[in-house]
């Protein structure tokens, strides 16, 4: 009889052992709200003149994962995804034919190249859009 109670009084205390990381780590995660934000961008080539010019509107999630809408300035909005760790920051902007971007998100201003095949460098800055 002292061998059953022991062994249940073991089960117990192991399961409660294994729900208490679980629980607190449900709790970290729902606290946090997702940070949204409205950049002004523009791109730039290192071999040809001009910029390309539009506007950026993510969400980060506390997950790391980042979702939004790039709209060019001639029109038609493309489908952002990416992932931020830090201030470190990815994104795809477009759905088929993707640009890749990697760089940063420090104090409101996203700094980021482009990896597109070829000798040209792509430069994508933003900035926060102020509040109305």
Do not use: C
Request: hydrophobic letters at 40%; a neutral charge.
């Amino acid at each position: 009889m002292t061998t059953i109670i022991r062994k249940a009084t073991m089960a117990t205390a192991l399961l409660a052992a294994l729900a208490l990381p679980i629980a607190s780590q449900a709790a970290t995660t729902t606290n946090a709200s997702p940070q949204r934000y409205v950049f002004q961008t523009r791109m730039t080539e290192s071999l040809h003149a001009g910029e390309y010019d539009g506007t950026l509107r993510l969400t980060v999630y506390p997950s790391g994962i980042v979702s939004g809408t790039f709209q060019p300035s001639d029109g038609g909005a493309r489908t952002v995804s990416g992932g931020m760790s830090g201030t470190q920051i990815w994104l795809d902007i477009g759905m088929q034919r993707s640009v890749h971007l990697e760089g940063t998100l420090k104090n409101g201003v996203l700094q980021a190249t482009a990896n597109i095949p070829g000798p040209d460098i792509y430069t994508f800055v933003g900035t926060v859009e102020p509040s109305h």
